[in-house]
């Protein structure tokens, strides 16, 4: 038996309106990206347990923070030199922590590299080694090496100077003389 075919029209033509307005029961939302509600549209998703799920933290630098860090942790794996000085993220490569946290150089010295490690340059005055010159940082100016005038990790002794761990391991660091240069603290990459 078929049905007529008047009948599916007047059938369909009463339920057309019907199923046109359903259409209008669902907000539909066009988006390029998910940035409009905070969210990452490229983050990995995770299930926080029964609730809606949540965003994955990355395992960048950007996530990682400094909080309750010890001085000289390597927040940033791939950069060496971003390091974590009292709670906050910083590069040692700068004169306000050249080399370790907490060793800041003089206002008229500058924070340079030797032999892959950094000093405080600029303590010699004249031809003297001005060790106050190097009071917030290693308290020794070093004449040994060139460039001279290196605020060095030295026991700071007259024709016997070895490397003074203390100033060093009091930032979480190590003493090292680099060939050719002076003794400097430094942190494992």
């Known amino acids: 038996m078929t049905t007529p075919k008047p009948i599916?029209?007047?059938?369909?033509?009463?339920?057309?309106?019907?199923?046109?307005?359903c259409t209008f029961l669902v907000k539909f939302n066009d988006k390029e990206d998910d940035d409009a509600d905070g969210g990452d549209a490229g983050a990995p998703?995770?299930?926080s347990g029964g609730g809606p799920s949540e965003a994955a933290p990355a395992d960048d630098a950007s996530t990682r923070g400094c909080e309750g860090?010890?001085?000289?942790?390597?927040?940033?794996?791939?950069?060496?030199?971003?390091?974590?000085?009292g709670g906050q993220r910083v590069r040692i490569d700068q004169s306000d922590n050249c080399g370790v946290c907490g060793f800041k150089c003089s206002p008229t010295q500058t924070c340079v590299q030797r032999s892959g490690r950094y000093y405080c340059q600029g303590c010699v005055v004249g031809t003297t080694a001005d060790d106050t010159l190097c009071e917030t940082s290693t308290k020794c100016c070093s004449k040994s090496f060139d460039p001279k005038g290196l605020c060095a990790a030295s026991t700071c002794i007259v024709?016997?100077?070895?490397?003074?761990?203390?100033?060093?391991?009091?930032?979480?660091?190590?003493?090292?003389?680099?060939?050719?240069?002076?003794?400097?603290?430094?942190y494992d990459p």
Request: net charge negative; glycine share 4%; proline share 8%.
């Open 8 to 21: 599916v029209l007047a059938v369909l033509s009463a339920l057309l309106p019907a199923l046109a307005a």
């Open 159 to 186: 024709g016997g100077s070895t490397c003074d761990d203390a100033k060093c391991s009091a930032h979480n660091a190590k003493c090292e003389a680099p060939s050719n240069s002076s003794f400097a603290c430094y």
């Open 45 to 47: 998703v995770r299930d």
């Open 69 to 85: 860090q010890p001085d000289g942790f390597a927040y940033a794996p791939s950069d060496p030199l971003s390091r974590c000085c």
